[in-house]
């Protein structure tokens, strides 16, 4: 199966729609987008995903130690939402359901090694249609093409040498790994930039507008931060627990992954093009680190490992260091762009909802909003004692968080404000304030999803995903 940078792709019948109705505004955007002369046409657009990032692990969301200092500047120059959420605590689904607006459930995708195929147009799409030039760049095999988000990339670069990433090496677990499984962030930026420059973004005279994604896979485990990362973050302890010394790479990792955005943004603000670009910094899932008894993710959808940093900067036109505290989700972007953009509108409904009044400041976000989680369904108890069995749903509605995994027999209730690291269910004593969350799930279960079958990927791809604990 290959896997490589490549020009790619013709746009979906979808996409081909899409580019019907935005074929004058288009036309308008390129005649009017000369370098020098911005004021009239779409910004750039620059979506930062950075894989296994809890929010609470970050310095620009209160965490004691300095994690992420350019994101910190992203916030005070943009607009942070203290409370956003995953769908789930998986790669892929979360991914998906960022760059379609569809929760996982709708799209049919609940689990890594899936290929996602579902007929909403992807972002890349809709953007290309636009009159976007759109280049993906990511660094980890699960977001390889064949799973199914190269649609409407004209770039989508996802090739990693063997040996470039961490401790992964050729083989796992008695596998083989047919190519690498990842590379560091700096390599994945080094090639970013490099397209930037070739299409006369940091410094020529580009005239159509870029749709940019990039993906930076460092805070994965296993936690192997550079010596300059690791130094700045010691275990704490005396003498630290091995919990203690994860903890700390895996801080460093963050930090890591912090610096090589804070480079990619340096670059466009010497090119004079950073403040009239739509920033949008996000993680598609956090880590466990045995705050329930699980050390990284997939199967809990505590906070720890769904609530996520959401940063949006674009000084040209929102305010600077505005702070949103009710609850939103990775499924918003979408309509937001839509909005923001002034892009057509979409032609499904969408999970999520359009964020452009909260960010703004011209509109409020309703505080009860229900944001519903998800976990994939596991056939058989796992390794390391966890009992876990079925589906497990949950939903968060203003202070509240309701969770329910009906094999595992188990319903939880938390109260965030007073609790936030929910370790006290208190279901059984407020089954009353329960009703309205477990009311809401009900109806989000009970509506008809018109998801198509699983897409099927290559065997190979599939061991190597085996490989590395993506499928059970």
Partial sequence: MPSHRSEIRTPSPRARALLVLAALLSAALVGGCRRGDRSSARPDVLLITIDTLRADHTSAYGYARPTTPRLEEVARDGVRFTTAYAPMATTLPSHSSLMTGLLPRALGLLKNGVAFDHPAPTLAETLTASGYRTAAFVSSFVLDRSFGLARGFATYDDHFEKNACKSYGDTWEGFQLSAGFCRRGAATREHAERWLEENGYLGGTAAQPFFLWIHLFDPHDPYEPFPAEAAMFPPLGDPPTELQKQIAAYDGEIRYADDQVGRLLDRLRAAGRLDDTLVIIASDHGEG????????????????????????????????????????????????LHDLLALPPPDRAL??????GALDGSGALDPQRPIFLQRRQYDREVDLGMPVRGEKFGVRMGPLKYLDAKLEQTRELYDLPTDPAELDNVFRTQKRDAKPLIDAMHGWLARPVEAPPPGKVSEDAAKRLEALGYVQ
């Fill in 289 to 336: 680190l045995m705050d329930h008894g699980w050390m990284h993710h997939g199967m809990m959808i505590y906070d720890e490992a769904v609530r996520v940093p959401f940063l949006v900067r674009w000084p040209a036109r929102l305010p600077r260091g505005r702070v949103v505290q009710e609850a939103v989700q990775l499924a918003d972007v979408v309509p937001t």
């Fill in 351 to 356: 999970d999520g909802v359009s964020l452009r």
